[in-house]
């Protein structure tokens, strides 16, 4: 029952900051939903810089709010501009930076 409540209670926070950004334009034409998520990871697709830094702040608001935190340090970030990742693109979440992939990259099964 627990997972289940947990789920439940994400999706309202999620639906809660949907609006804060417009889908994310990956061009030709294809938009992706804001954010995707799994249980507790979440992805925020952005167009942007500004609106990826809104939806960070609402999100942060949103959790504060229920009394959950963000842990920076096990998040990443990627930005993409013009077919090619850049480094020079921080984001930061509760006054810490948030690592990108290129810093620390993704940890998954185990195996980098």
Known sequence: MGPI???MAMEVILKAAEGTAGPGNLGGGCLMP???AFIDDTTVICSKEDE???MLTRLH???SWCRMEF???KSRSL???KGKAGETMTFTVVE???PTVSQEPVKSLGRW
């Open 5 to 7: 409540l947990f789920v």
């Open 34 to 36: 804001t954010l995707k």
């Open 52 to 54: 990826t830094r809104r």
């Open 61 to 63: 608001v949103l959790m």
């Open 71 to 73: 842990k920076p340090k």
């Open 79 to 81: 930005s993409i501009r």
């Open 96 to 98: 810490q930076q948030i």
